[in-house]
Every structure is written in C-alpha cells, then in structure tokens.
C-alpha cells in the first residue's frame, strides 16, 4: 500500500507517500498535478493511496526540518521514483546538482549527454513527484531568469535563496 501523510514545511503543507522501499511523493499540498501523480503512483505500484505511517516517515520529517534549518544538504531518505528512463536519468542527473548552485536546461541536457532534449528534460523535471529531495527547483532560464516550478515561483525562489543563505556562495538574485 501506498500510504500519505501532510507535513508543514515554511513553504505550506506538503503531502509524503511512501511505499515499504521509501519515499515516492513529496509535492505541496496545493500543487495542481498531485492527483495525476497519485493516479500515476497507483497506477505503477498496483494498490491504493491511505493516509497513514510509514517508517520513512519520520526520517523525512526529520530530514525537512534540518533543511529548512539550514543543516542539511542532502537528504539520504531512501526514494523510490517510478518512471521511464529518460525521467530517472533526469532525476538522477538533477540530484546531483550541488546545494546553492543552479544549471540551465541546456546544462541539464548536456549533462544527461542529450544536448538536443532541453524540451524533453524540462518536461522530465516537471514530472519529478519528489520535490525539494529531487530538486528540480535548482534549474533555471538559461537567461538566469526562473522558469516552471510545480509549487510555484514563489516557492522555487524562496527555496533558491535559502540555499543561497546556507551554501556560503554568492549570486546576484537580482535575476530571479
């Protein structure tokens, strides 16, 4: 079974799911897409979506609020992120984006070796159900103007400048 559960976050509510292998959701409570992606979660996993607990749980809620505090730049929760291979290349590729840092489109797919798919990796970060662990919020406008973020611009820009604060580097956010 897929089970959920809401966390508060200071960007607003979040919603966890969880399967016995780790986490597979984590999306703002408010995001239009999250009922395609339960539909999508079972779907792939072939059982039904309940609120409830989950070992995982806790661990997430433990790992958010070191990152909220600052402490934490990467999460070790383990994650499960089903989808075609293309997307997990894209989500692999965008965990290793260093905390603070942020990379074009056009850097995503050159990293992924696919110079020629910015359409098709931009369209792979907007199907990330992970938010924030796989964070797909750290690719921007290859202008260094923000572009498309599920929880919001926002959201994407607050995040942005809080690993900014925490990372010891400095940018001109002036762009954003």
């Given amino acids: 079974m897929i089970t959920t ?5 200071e960007l607003g509510i979040m919603i966890a799911g969880a399967v016995d292998e780790g986490i597979c959701l984590l999306e703002f409570s408010d995001r239009r ?4 992606e339960y ?12 609120e ?6 806790r661990i997430l809620r433990e790992q958010l609020k070191e990152y909220f ?3 934490r730049k990467e999460f070790s929760v383990p994650l499960v992120t089903p989808g075609t ?6 989500w692999k590729e965008l965990i290793k984006i260093p905390y603070g840092t942020t990379r074009s489109y056009m850097e995503q797919s050159v990293a992924l070796g696919k110079p020629d798919s910015i359409r098709a990796v931009a369209n792979a970060n907007g199907m ?11 690719v921007i406008g290859s202008d260094g103007h923000l572009t498309g973020y599920g929880g919001g611009l926002k959201r994407k820009r607050w995040l942005l400048d809080h690993e900014k604060r925490y990372s010891g580097q400095s940018v001109d956010l002036s762009l954003f």
């Fill in 85 to 90: 291979d293309f997307q997990k290349a894209v």
């Fill in 39 to 50: 539909k999508d979660l079972v779907r792939y996993f072939k059982t039904p979506i309940n």
């Fill in 5 to 9: 559960t809401r966390i508060e976050t």
């Fill in 128 to 138: 990330n159900r992970i938010s924030i662990i796989i964070p797909c919020h750290r």
């Fill in 69 to 71: 505090i600052g402490s």
């Fill in 33 to 36: 897409m999250l009922n395609t």
């Fill in 52 to 57: 409830g607990k989950n070992r995982y749980f």
